[in-house]
Nanobody
């Protein structure tokens, strides 16, 4: 079993940055695809950014050019840099590690962007 913790959320003004992290109970990032998801009130959880085991990245259209996901397999935690934040980015952000039948989630961190 792997536990994930995501410190680094918080309250920020529109246009500002945040850098949440994803800390795993074991340094195992090389064995899993790593993703960030978010869920806003009244909405479904959606993919924000994802890095595959081989390092390919993809982003939701709404965050392209503003968010940068990174995964250094030798380091723990890993980070997502979020720049030029918008009020519509307000949500609970979740870290996910997954491959095959294995899928682990963090408890989430609140990101609130004020206008």
């Amino acid at each position: 079993q792997v536990q994930l913790v995501e410190p680094g959320g918080g309250l920020v003004q529109a246009g500002g940055p945040l850098r949440p992290s994803c800390a795993a109970s074991k340094t195992i990032f090389s064995f899993y695809a790593m993703g960030w998801y978010r869920q806003a009130p009244g909405k479904q959880r959606e993919l924000v950014a994802r890095i595959t085991i081989v390092g390919s990245t993809n982003y939701a259209d709404s965050v392209k050019g503003r968010f940068a996901n990174s995964k250094d397999n030798a380091k723990n935690p890993v980070f997502m840099q979020m720049n030029s934040l918008k009020p519509e980015d307000t949500a609970v952000y979740y870290c996910n590690l997954g491959t095959g039948p294995y899928n682990f989630w963090g408890q989430g961190t609140q990101v609130t962007v004020s206008s």
